[in-house]
T-cell receptor, first 119, second 117 residues
């Protein structure tokens, strides 16, 4: 089973509007972390936002917020007031805790969503 | 430089050729990771170093892949006898803390795009 599922291969949004990028995850750990990265055409992965499994508040970083629904195992990224520079690939990723029997340092990524912001 | 630097940015190799990809992490960063990103996919974990120690190489796809970080800073990913399925972007990432902290942010380089012809 996929550990990180991003069901939207591509999304379009008008400049200045908000957009939600979906991410669901699969883990049996109680302790885990969820990350969103942006990858522009230059190739670099840029960290956007982090949500810990024990965090009670949804994470926010400027125009980025994470809609964390633990029971549904979803961690959707919301970008408010989209800008042309937001056009890029967006990846959801998870770091699992030690109890998974695996490492707790590596990130597992989804397949990404290509966001296009239209003027 | 301030960020993670990878070289070369692009590499074209003939099938069977050996290649070496270099990663200069952010100064002082303890942890270093290599990921492989196939076209249209998310990055996949290859290997992890804590300082000079390679603690996890479970993601290396075959024994043709070898990584080292002899002095705990610069790392090299070597691929021997390259094959077409090795074509991908190879991303290096580093982080300040040891990898065990849940919210440790990893800083990525721009990657090396390897094309095997």
């Amino acid at each position: 089973a996929q550990k990180i599922t991003q069901t939207q291969p591509g999304m379009f949004v008008q400049e200045k509007e908000a957009v939600t990028l979906d991410c669901t995850y699969d883990t049996s750990d109680q302790s885990y972390g969820l990350f969103w990265y942006k990858q522009p055409s230059s190739g670099e992965m840029i960290f956007l936002i982090y949500q810990g499994s024990y965090d009670e508040q949804n994470a926010t970083e400027g125009r980025y917020s994470l809609n964390f629904q633990k029971a549904r195992k979803s961690a959707n990224l919301v970008i408010s007031a989209s800008q042309l520079g937001d056009s890029a690939m967006y990846f959801c990723a998870m770091r699992e805790g030690k109890n998974s029997g695996g490492s707790n340092y590596k990130l597992t990524f989804g397949k990404g969503t290509l966001l296009t912001v239209n003027p | 430089g301030a960020g993670v630097s990878q070289s070369p940015r692009y590499k074209v190799a003939k099938r069977g050729q050996d290649v070496a990809l270099r990663c200069d992490p952010i100064s002082g960063h303890v942890s270093l990771f290599w990921y492989q990103q196939a076209l249209g996919q998310g990055p996949e974990f290859l290997t992890y170093f804590q300082n000079e120690a390679q603690l996890d190489k479970s993601g290396l796809p075959s024994d043709r892949f070898f990584a080292e970080r002899p002095e705990g800073s610069v790392s090299t990913l070597k691929i021997q006898r390259t094959q077409q399925e090795d074509s991908a972007v190879y991303l290096c990432a580093s982080s300040l803390a040891q990898g065990g902290l849940m919210n440790t942010e990893a800083f990525f380089g721009q990657g090396t795009r390897l094309t095997v012809v």
